[in-house]
């Protein structure tokens, strides 16, 4: 959601160190046969704590957004806001749904739910449009991402290498 | 306290998505053909309670053995990666093709 990379260094690290969380949690989460149901629960159930971080790391964003959406605004701003929101109501669903269907995270806590069959279909449904958000959410911060990476994970590999393997991938 | 604010602020609005979900499927699941009231829960035509086969959600219990799981997982990044590079490659080569067309002109 921050697109520029003016925020303090430590924030910007911040995020992108929970983004790269959100992102492989996200993808464990969508494997349920590869990790059990019992962890695919109670991880999705974690990323809510961490979305949260997420979000009020771009407070400042949405705040001001959410100021300026009925007046001016460019179309890729409005965009990306409505998509944000999309994201969000939809990761709700998607958390709301396995709440319902939950065989190991609600029954460890005393709480028994009726099967509804509603619930499954809307839990599958409203993952696999995630996927499709969480693409298009990915490509309108493609900047802000390589630009972090390359500040965050490649420059200091890079310095840890000797002087002459640095010319090298320089040249 | 700005941060408790905010974190509440997101909760509710959790919350609020959550309520309007659950009223609409639940509206819309008690309305539906084989939904027994107060019990919530759908029964076939002969009055049998449907469940998920065997008592439980089959697909997690980790039947799809071998890498079927990673090529699961490869589909989904696959899936991200096609979306960003359907977006991403023509925004860049506009750009691009934006800036060779300035140079000349300026």
Same mark, same amino acid.
């Given at each position: ?149 390359? *500040? ?13 393997? *640095? ?5 | 306290? +700005? ?87 023509? +925004?860049?080569?506009? $750009? +691009?093709?934006? +800036?060779?067309? $300035?140079?000349?002109?300026?």
């Amino acid at each position: 959601m921050t697109q520029n990379l003016t925020k303090p260094r430590s924030q910007t690290k911040l995020k992108l160190i929970i983004d790269i969380g959100i992102f492989i949690g996200f993808l464990i989460a969508m494997e349920p046969h590869a990790s059990g149901l019992t962890i695919h629960e109670w991880l999705a159930t974690a990323l809510i704590a961490v979305l949260i971080v997420h979000l009020l790391l771009s407070w400042d964003w949405i705040a001001q957004i959410t100021r300026r959406f009925i007046g001016r605004m460019n179309r890729q701003s409005r965009f990306n806001y409505i998509l944000n929101w999309l994201l969000f109501i939809d990761g709700t669903i998607i958390m709301l749904s396995g709440f319902m269907i939950s065989e190991s995270l609600m029954p460890a806590l005393g709480i028994q739910l009726p099967h509804n069959f509603a619930w499954r279909s809307l839990h599958d449904l409203s993952a696999n449009l995630f996927l499709i958000l969480l693409g298009l959410h990915t490509a309108l911060h493609w900047n802000w991402i390589v630009d972090a990476f390359k *500040r965050f994970i490649f420059q200091p590999l890079v310095k840890l290498l000797p002087k002459r393997s *640095r010319k090298d991938i320089a040249a | 306290m +700005k941060i408790v604010g905010r974190i509440l602020i997101i909760l509710a609005v959790f919350a609020l998505v959550m309520g309007i979900t659950y009223l609409i499927v639940n509206t819309r699941g008690s309305s539906a053909p084989g939904f027994e009231p107060g019990n919530e829960r759908f029964s076939a035509s002969n009055g049998a309670p449907l469940g998920f086969p065997g008592g439980g959600r089959n697909e997690f219990r980790g039947e799809r053995g071998g890498g079927g799981w990673l090529l699961e997982a490869l589909k989904n990044i696959a899936i991200i990666g096609i979306i960003v590079a359907l977006i991403v490659v023509p +925004k860049s080569w506009m $750009q +691009k093709r934006k +800036k060779a067309t $300035q140079i000349p002109a300026g």
